[in-house]
């Protein structure tokens, strides 16, 4: 029996001291490159709110919203799969969340 291991990677996608969000999202861009270069199966995002990046409050992240994060990546990636580890449900209707992970799905061509 053949079996293959899958590695994925999870982008928290924190706020390095000093970063600008532009900065922050271009090194998120580049890490999923990255780890696409390198053969990992999958990258993975977690929805997190109510961060500052002065880190004052809360952990400071710029995964706010998670589906378009995993949009720019699958536009930025040809094969590595996206994952979405952590949606916040009740915050959005599930029939818009059902239909934008339905077309960011069909947009990435199955790899969400």
Sequence with gaps: ??????????MECDYRHGLTQSEAFDEAF???NLAEEQ???GVW???????TPDRTAG????VSAPLI???????????IRIG????VLPLGHPIRMAEEVATLDNICQGRL
């Excluded at 995002?45 to 961060?51: G, P, W």
């Design 1 to 10: 029996m053949s079996s293959t291991l899958h590695i994925g990677l999870s």
């Design 30 to 32: 580049s890490t999923a």
């Design 39 to 41: 053969g990992f199966t």
């Design 45 to 51: 995002l977690a929805e997190r709110h109510f961060a």
């Design 59 to 62: 952990v400071p992240s710029i």
């Design 69 to 79: 994060l995993a949009t720019a990546i699958a536009g930025r990636t040809s094969h």
């Design 84 to 87: 979405i580890g952590v949606l």
